[in-house]
Each structure stands twice: as C-alpha cells, then as structure tokens.
C-alpha cells in the first residue's frame, strides 16, 4: 500500500504540529489520523505503511512529531526510532504499546521514544502527550503505576512567582478536565467574563502560551514518571 503523503505545507499556519503516523494496521491508522486531525493545532502529515518507507515520509513530510506502534514488530520498530532520532533530533517520538511491564517502557525510552502510551489511550490524553513531549516532558501512560526512576527524568516542579488564588486553582482544575469557559462558568457558578479574566491570569502566573500549554506544564510537572491526564476531550481554545 502506498504512503499517504499530504501536499506540501510550505505557508503552513502558525503553530500547527505536524504528525506522521507509523502503524501496522490500516484501521489503527485510520483511527490516529482521526484523533491528530480532530485536536485543535495538530495535523496528520503522513501514514508509512512499512517501516523501511518511514525515514523517507520523514524526510519529506517534515512532521514534528512521530506516533509509532509498538506492536509485535516491536525491535524492528526500536530500531527504525532510534535511526530516526540519530538523523532527525527535533523530531518528537511518542509510541503507542500494548504492554505495561516497565521494562518494555524503559527500552522504549532508551531508544528515543519521549512518549509512551498505552494503544487504547484517548484523543485528549494523545494530544497533551505530543505537546508535552515536544516541551522536552518524558511522558508515561498513568496506566503504568511502575517505571524505572532511572529512565526517565525527574520533572521540575511548578510553582508560579505569583501563587494561584483559591479561584484560580478551582479554574484550573476545570481546565484540566478539559472544560469550556461556560462549562467552568456553570460549574462554578461564577460569570463566563470572569472565567476569562482568571484564565488569563493563570496564564500570565503560569508563563504559559494558551490553554493547552498551562495544561501540558500543569499535567507533565506533577509526577516525575507520568503525565497523568483525564479523559475528556480538549475543549477548543478561548481568551
């Protein structure tokens, strides 16, 4: 089967992140695309069927990150993500397993992978670990409760110049959870006006970007192995 390979993005807009899907079955890959293609400010740039047509799609796709199945091809696959992390540096990995024994974890970490999901893992869970991953995070699936300390560094914790208010924590919480301002407004029983006026204050506190950018520093910094991340869909961006 021949690669699907989207057309040259030589004015792609501003801060989209770029996805290559490198998976064995063409449900699963089909599956990817949908959730990179449905999370806001990500796009699907390629699908290499067969490892050997990867480097190339790489090569010219000049994806951002790489979603990889670990699958039963599992060393063939480690080798092909460490070729590509020795040509391409920049290029984010995260993989897709179906084991939870940290030993697998930890070889898929020694072998270039920042990320490291479980297959059956959510759009919203995906789409933070590709951020946080391309912040330089280590990301594990909260799913795997034990990991090698060894093999995965140590995250820095966060804590704001300017502490959050009582509030503001409430608000974050709610971003966590992947909540609109009216949602949080209504769960709160506070104004969507005032939400805005918090959110941009935890911004400003955080030194974040936008919303999923607080959310990626908030969820990557609060265990050192793991970026534990709910199950609701991301909700689009706002003030």
């Given at each position: 089967m021949e690669p699907i390979v989207s057309a040259p993005m030589a004015n792609a807009a501003r801060g989209v992140t770029r996805v290559l899907i490198l998976a064995d079955a063409p449900v699963l890959r089909r599956g990817l695309v949908s959730m990179v293609n449905e999370t806001a400010g990500m796009q699907s740039v390629g699908t290499p069927g067969e490892l050997r047509r990867a480097l190339t799609l790489v090569e010219t796709a000049r994806p951002d990150a790489v979603v990889v199945e670990l699958g039963s091809g599992r060393a063939a696959t480690l080798n092909a993500c460490r070729d590509l992390r020795r040509r391409y540096p920049r290029v984010t990995i995260v993989a897709l397993?179906?084991?939870?024994?940290p030993a697998v974890v930890n070889e898929a970490l020694a072998a270039g992978v920042r990320g490291y999901l479980m297959i059956s893992t959510s759009p919203t869970l995906l789409g933070w670990a590709i951020l946080a991953a391309r912040a330089?995070?280590?990301v594990v699936d909260?799913?795997?409760r034990r990991v090698e300390p060894s093999a995965v560094p140590a995250a820095k914790p966060l804590t704001p110049e300017v502490p959050l208010t009582r509030r503001e924590s409430d608000v974050l919480d709610e971003?966590?959870?992947g909540q609109s301002n009216r949602q949080i407004g209504r769960n709160l029983f506070i104004s969507e006006d005032t939400v805005?006026?918090?959110v941009k204050a935890i911004l400003r506190k955080l030194g974040a970007r936008d919303r999923a950018h607080a959310v990626s520093l908030v969820l990557s910094s609060r265990t050192p192995a793991a970026c534990t991340c709910g199950?609701?869909?991301l909700a689009p961006a706002e003030a």
């Open positions: 397993g179906t084991s939870e024994d330089g995070r280590t909260p799913q795997i971003l966590l959870q805005k006026s918090h199950t609701h869909a």
